[in-house]
C-alpha cells in the first residue's frame, strides 16, 4: 500500500490538539479592518475548534 499524504495546505491551516480536537484560526481578520467594528475585531482573536461537521474532511486531509 502507498503510504498516506498530508494534505500540506491543511498541515498549515490546522493544528491537532492533545485531546484530539482541532485548532484552526479565525477568518475575516487579514483586511478591510476598517469597515469592521472594534467589538468585531476584538471578537476575531484567538483560535477556535473546528466545528464538528467539518473534523471527518479535515481528519482525511490530516491522515498522520
Do not use: E, Y
Amino acid at each position: 500500500m502507498p503510504k498516506l499524504k498530508t494534505k500540506k495546505s491543511a498541515a498549515k491551516r490546522f493544528r491537532i490538539r492533545a485531546s484530539g480536537s482541532v485548532k484552526r484560526g479565525q477568518a475575516f481578520k487579514r483586511h478591510i479592518l476598517t469597515k469592521k467594528t472594534t467589538k468585531n475585531k476584538r471578537q476575531l482573536r484567538g483560535a477556535v475548534t473546528v466545528h464538528a461537521t467539518n473534523m471527518a474532511s479535515v481528519r482525511a486531509m490530516m491522515p498522520n
